[in-house]
């Protein structure tokens, strides 16, 4: 039976490029959400890994493949024998304002949305995943934020985590959106920045990283990050490499993020 009261899925004769799309009806958006898929185009998957993508501030469900190309070069890496065969759910973040920060607010889970729903979409409707398959978390800029915030809180979830040009406190979405912070009406008892997160699980973190463009306008928050965890000892990955706040720097440098999540499913 069906957690969803309604779901939609995208008739295979009509789809393209090995994309297909989900909405489902849930109680944490009190109402609709949308995922776009990438399923490899192989025969005889079974319990292939989830990988959750997530975009940032303005973005949508259709973001990371279509201004990315992610499933693109995805195909070619499993093509090529770097990468196993892998399902690439790209969820929208629940469309609240500008970005909903995958937080819980306004009287809804973004979060849940995010850590429930999403892979159980994915399980009941794509055959090739099930219960038995691994999950991993990615995004950008306020996707960063979520996949390292979410993804480090439900370690037990997720395999491995993420993060590209990180918002890395929830204050940083100033720079970013129309909305006033006070308008989250965030829950006050949550941990809202990533170091705040890893220093209340730091017994049982998935491996994780997270890199940023050395011109980007997070770079510093990043940078700090980066200090912070070395001063607690926190085993982590990070890198720096030549871009800003911009698609073809997450367009080359998903596939790092790819490739990392391949190292983690043993």
Known sequence: MSKFKTTELSQPEFESNNLRFITVKTKNLKGRGDICLFVPPLDNLKDIPIVILLHGVYGSSWVWSQKAGVHISALKMIQEGSLSPMIIAMPSDGLWGDGSAYLPHNNSNYEKWITEDVPQAVIENIPQSSPNSKLFISGLS????????IGLKYASKFSAVSGHSSITAFDQMALFVEEPLEAYDNQKDEPNSVIETVLNQKEKLPRFRFDCGSTDLLIEHNRKLHQQLKEHAIEHIYEEFPGAH???????????TLLFFNANLG
């Open 142 to 149: 306020m996707g960063g934020y979520g996949a390292l915030r």
């Open 246 to 256: 911009e698609w073809s720097y997450w367009e080359e440098h998903i596939k790092k």
